[in-house]
C-alpha cells in the first residue's frame, strides 16, 4: 500500500467522515487509525507503535508544531487580556459609530485581514479577536466572519513578498538567491489567491451569498444590528478603552515581525562557517527580505508573542486597567479557548504522519513527472489540480510546495521559458485552495477558532465559494498554458482578464438565478 493510491485513503476517509458527520475529533482519529492498520500490515503491536510512536508522540515533539502550539496558548491569553480589560467592546462600540452597516463591518475585516501579511497563523487569530466584537454587532455570522478571515490569511501570504510563505516558497527552490526573484515573477499569475481577494470584495459588495452559507447568512445580504451583548461586552469586567486593544495588537505585530527577522539572523553580525568552528559574514545581517526568508516562523511568532504579552502585563498594570489576580486568570482562560483548536491541530498532524509514512507525497510527486513532457501547455493546470488534490487530502499546503515545485523546476530547467514560470504559480495556488477547503487544513482549523466557529461549518460553507474560484482559476490557466509563447506579460494579461469577467460573470448569473428562485418561492 506504501506509494500507491492507498497511501491518500485514510485523508479521504478522515475528510468524508468529518463532512458527512459534522463531527472533526472521531473522523480525524478514525483515519489515524486506518493509516497505521496501513502501515503496519495488520501486525497488533506494529499498529500501536505506528500511530503512538510515529504518529502523536512524533508530531507533539517536533519543534514547529511546539513552537505553534505556544503561539497559539500565547495569542489566547491576549484575546483573552483584552476582553477582560474591556478593549474589545471598547472597540466594537468605537467601531458602531463609524462602521454604520454590515457592509462595512465585513469591508473592514478584508481589509485588517490584508494588512496582516506577515504569517497566516497570526492573521486567523489577530483579525478574529480584533473584529469579532464588530461583525457581533452588524449580525455577520461567524461562518461568514470565518470564510473572510480563511480568505485573507493563505491567499494574502502568498502574494505576499515579505510574509513566511514566501520565505518557505524560496527555500523550496534550488536557485540559491533567486528564490524570491521567482516568487515576485509567480505573483500575477497566482489566480486562486487574486480571485479569492476579488470574489470577497465584490460577494460584500454585492449583498450575496449562496451555497450552505445561506442557513446562516441573508442570501441577500441585507444590513441588521444586533441588540445583543457580544462575547467581549460579557467577559469585560476592566475599564479599559480602545487603547486597550489597539496598543496590545499593534505591539504583538511589531514584536511578531521582530521576532522573525530575529529567528532568520537579521541581528547577528556573524553565523557559523561550513567549517567546524568558523564564523563568517552572516548573508542576512541588516537585509530584511533575506532575514525573513531565513526566519523560523514558528520561533519567531512564540518569541513576538511571550514579548507582546509582557509589555501588555506591564502597560495594563500601570494603567489600573486589571488588577494582578484578574490578569493572571486570563492565561489559562486563553489556554481553554483554544483547547479545540490545539486538538484538531494534533489530529491533523497525526493524520498527515500517516499519509507521509505511506507514501502518499512520492505518489502524486510521480504522476506530476510522469505528465510534465507530454502536456506542456496544459501543465499549469494540471499542476493545479494535483497541488489542490495534495493539499485537501493531506491538510498541508507548504508540504504541496515542497513536493511539486521542484518537479516544476525539474521539467523546465530554462529559467527563460515563461511555462515555469507559470506551473510554479499554478503549484502555489493549488495548494493554498487545496488547503483554503481541507478540514484537515491547520489555517482553516485557525480560521474556525478565530471567529469561534464550528469547523465543519466553516469548512461547509466555504467550499462552495473556493470551488467556485478554483473553476475560474482552472481556466485561467489553460489560457496561460496555451499563451505561455506570448510571453509573461501577455500571457499574464489575457489570462487574467478571462478570468476575472468569468468571476463576475458567473456571481451576477447566480445571483439572478437564485433572486429569480427566491421570488418564486415567495408566490408559491
Given at each position: 500500500m506504501?506509494?500507491?493510491?492507498?497511501?491518500?485513503?485514510?485523508?479521504?476517509?478522515a475528510?468524508?467522515?468529518?463532512l458527512?458527520?459534522?463531527?472533526?475529533?472521531s473522523?480525524l482519529?478514525?483515519g489515524i487509525l486506518?493509516?497505521g492498520v496501513?502501515?503496519s500490515?495488520?501486525?497488533?503491536?506494529g499498529?500501536?507503535?505506528?500511530v503512538?510512536?510515529?504518529?502523536?508522540?512524533?508530531?507533539?515533539?517536533?519543534?514547529?508544531?511546539v513552537?505553534?502550539l505556544v503561539?497559539l496558548?500565547?495569542?489566547?491569553a491576549?484575546v483573552?487580556?483584552?476582553?477582560?480589560?474591556?478593549?474589545?467592546?471598547?472597540?466594537g462600540?468605537w467601531?458602531?459609530k463609524h462602521?454604520?452597516?454590515?457592509?462595512?463591518?465585513?469591508?473592514?475585516?478584508?481589509?485588517?485581514?490584508?494588512?496582516?501579511f506577515?504569517?497566516?497563523?497570526f492573521?486567523?487569530?489577530?483579525?478574529?479577536s480584533?473584529?469579532?466584537?464588530v461583525?457581533d454587532?452588524?449580525?455577520?455570522?461567524?461562518?461568514?466572519?470565518?470564510?473572510?478571515i480563511?480568505?485573507?490569511a493563505a491567499?494574502?501570504?502568498?502574494?505576499a513578498p515579505?510574509?513566511?510563505?514566501?520565505a518557505?516558497?524560496a527555500?523550496?527552490?534550488?536557485e540559491?538567491?533567486?528564490?524570491?526573484?521567482l516568487f515576485?515573477?509567480?505573483?500575477?499569475?497566482?489566480?486562486?489567491?487574486?480571485f479569492?481577494i476579488?470574489?470577497?470584495?465584490?460577494?460584500?459588495?454585492?449583498?450575496?451569498?449562496?451555497?450552505?452559507m445561506t442557513?446562516?447568512?441573508?442570501?441577500?445580504?441585507?444590513?441588521?444590528?444586533s441588540?445583543?451583548?457580544?462575547?467581549?461586552?460579557?467577559?469585560?469586567v476592566g475599564n479599559g478603552g480602545?487603547?486597550?486593544l489597539i496598543?496590545?495588537?499593534?505591539v504583538?505585530?511589531v514584536m511578531?515581525?521582530?521576532?522573525?527577522?530575529?529567528?532568520?539572523?537579521f541581528f547577528?553580525a556573524?553565523?557559523?562557517g561550513?567549517?567546524?568552528g568558523?564564523?563568517?559574514?552572516?548573508p542576512?545581517?541588516?537585509?530584511f527580505?533575506?532575514?525573513?526568508?531565513?526566519?523560523d516562523?514558528?520561533?519567531?511568532l512564540?518569541?513576538?508573542?511571550?514579548?507582546a504579552?509582557?509589555?501588555?502585563?506591564?502597560?495594563y498594570?500601570?494603567?489600573?486597567?486589571?488588577?494582578?489576580?484578574?490578569f493572571?486568570?486570563?492565561?489559562?482562560?486563553?489556554?481553554?479557548?483554544?483547547?479545540?483548536?490545539?486538538?484538531i491541530l494534533?489530529?491533523?498532524?497525526?493524520l498527515?504522519g500517516?499519509?507521509?509514512?505511506?507514501?502518499?507525497?512520492?505518489?502524486?510527486?510521480?504522476?506530476?513527472s510522469?505528465?510534465?513532457?507530454?502536456?506542456?501547455?496544459?501543465?499549469?493546470?494540471?499542476v493545479?489540480?494535483?497541488?489542490?488534490?495534495?493539499?485537501?487530502?493531506?491538510?498541508?499546503?507548504?508540504?504541496?510546495?515542497g513536493?511539486?515545485i521542484p518537479?516544476?523546476i525539474a521539467a523546465?530547467?530554462?529559467?527563460?521559458?515563461?511555462i515555469?514560470?507559470?506551473?510554479?504559480?499554478a503549484?502555489?495556488a493549488g495548494a493554498?485552495c487545496?488547503d483554503?477547503?481541507?478540514?484537515?487544513?491547520?489555517?482553516t482549523?485557525?480560521?474556525?477558532?478565530?471567529a469561534?466557529?464550528n469547523h465543519?461549518?466553516?469548512v461547509?460553507?466555504q467550499?462552495?465559494y473556493?470551488?467556485?474560484v478554483?473553476?475560474i482559476?482552472?481556466?485561467?490557466?489553460?489560457?496561460?498554458?496555451?499563451?505561455?509563447?506570448?510571453?509573461?506579460l501577455?500571457?499574464?494579461?489575457?489570462s487574467?482578464?478571462?478570468?476575472?469577467?468569468?468571476?463576475?460573470?458567473?456571481l451576477?448569473?447566480l445571483?439572478?438565478?437564485?433572486?429569480k428562485?427566491?421570488n418564486?418561492?415567495?408566490?408559491?
Amino acid at each position: 500500500m506504501i506509494g500507491t493510491f492507498w497511501s491518500l485513503v485514510p485523508a479521504i476517509v478522515a475528510i468524508a467522515l468529518a463532512l458527512i458527520s459534522k463531527e472533526v475529533y472521531s473522523s480525524l482519529f478514525v483515519g489515524i487509525l486506518i493509516g497505521g492498520v496501513f502501515y503496519s500490515g495488520l501486525s497488533f503491536t506494529g499498529f500501536f507503535s505506528h500511530v503512538v510512536n510515529d504518529g502523536f508522540i512524533a508530531q507533539l515533539s517536533n519543534s514547529w508544531n511546539v513552537g505553534i502550539l505556544v503561539f497559539l496558548v500565547l495569542l489566547g491569553a491576549m484575546v483573552s487580556l483584552m476582553n477582560k480589560a474591556g478593549g474589545s467592546a471598547a472597540f466594537g462600540n468605537w467601531a458602531q459609530k463609524h462602521i454604520k452597516t454590515k457592509v462595512g463591518a465585513q469591508l473592514a475585516t478584508i481589509c485588517l485581514g490584508i494588512l496582516i501579511f506577515i504569517d497566516d497563523y497570526f492573521n486567523c487569530l489577530t483579525v478574529g479577536s480584533v473584529m469579532k466584537p464588530v461583525t457581533d454587532k452588524y449580525g455577520v455570522s461567524k461562518e461568514k466572519l470565518s470564510y473572510l478571515i480563511d480568505s485573507t490569511a493563505a491567499p494574502i501570504c502568498i502574494i505576499a513578498p515579505i510574509s513566511s510563505w514566501a520565505a518557505a516558497v524560496a527555500g523550496f527552490v534550488s536557485e540559491g538567491e533567486n528564490g524570491i526573484a521567482l516568487f515576485c515573477k509567480a505573483i500575477p499569475f497566482n489566480f486562486y489567491a487574486l480571485f479569492t481577494i476579488v470574489m470577497m470584495f465584490t460577494l460584500v459588495l454585492m449583498r450575496f451569498e449562496y451555497g450552505p452559507m445561506t442557513k446562516f447568512e441573508n442570501p441577500f445580504g441585507e444590513s441588521r444590528s444586533s441588540d445583543e451583548k457580544t462575547t467581549a461586552e460579557k467577559e469585560a469586567v476592566g475599564n479599559g478603552g480602545v487603547i486597550d486593544l489597539i496598543l496590545p495588537v499593534a505591539v504583538l505585530i511589531v514584536m511578531c515581525v521582530l521576532g522573525m527577522i530575529y529567528s532568520g539572523g537579521f541581528f547577528a553580525a556573524t553565523v557559523p562557517g561550513k567549517v567546524e568552528g568558523e564564523m563568517v559574514a552572516n548573508p542576512a545581517y541588516l537585509n530584511f527580505i533575506e532575514a525573513f526568508a531565513s526566519s523560523d516562523a514558528s520561533v519567531g511568532l512564540v518569541l513576538g508573542a511571550l514579548a507582546a504579552l509582557i509589555i501588555t502585563f506591564v502597560v495594563y498594570m500601570s494603567r489600573g486597567v486589571l488588577k494582578f489576580k484578574e490578569f493572571m486568570s486570563c492565561i489559562p482562560d486563553g489556554f481553554k479557548s483554544m483547547v479545540p483548536a490545539i486538538l484538531i491541530l494534533t489530529l491533523a498532524w497525526t493524520l498527515k504522519g500517516m499519509t507521509d509514512s505511506l507514501g502518499a507525497a512520492s505518489y502524486v510527486a510521480g504522476l506530476v513527472s510522469r505528465s510534465a513532457g507530454a502536456f506542456k501547455m496544459f501543465l499549469p493546470a494540471i499542476v493545479f489540480i494535483v497541488a489542490i488534490f495534495l493539499a485537501f487530502s493531506t491538510g498541508t499546503s507548504w508540504g504541496t510546495f515542497g513536493i511539486l515545485i521542484p518537479i516544476c523546476i525539474a521539467a523546465f530547467p530554462d529559467t527563460s521559458d515563461p511555462i515555469r514560470v507559470i506551473s510554479i504559480s499554478a503549484c502555489m495556488a493549488g495548494a493554498v485552495c487545496g488547503d483554503h477547503t481541507s478540514p484537515i487544513s491547520d489555517t482553516t482549523i485557525m480560521a474556525s477558532a478565530g471567529a469561534g466557529c464550528n469547523h465543519v461549518n466553516h469548512v461547509n460553507t466555504q467550499i462552495y465559494y473556493a470551488m467556485t474560484v478554483a473553476t475560474i482559476s482552472f481556466v485561467s490557466y489553460i489560457v496561460a498554458g496555451c499563451t505561455h509563447s506570448l510571453g509573461l506579460l501577455v500571457s499574464g494579461i489575457i489570462s487574467f482578464s478571462v478570468g476575472i469577467v468569468s468571476l463576475f460573470t458567473t456571481l451576477i448569473v447566480l445571483k439572478k438565478l437564485l433572486k429569480k428562485r427566491a421570488n418564486l418561492e415567495r408566490n408559491l
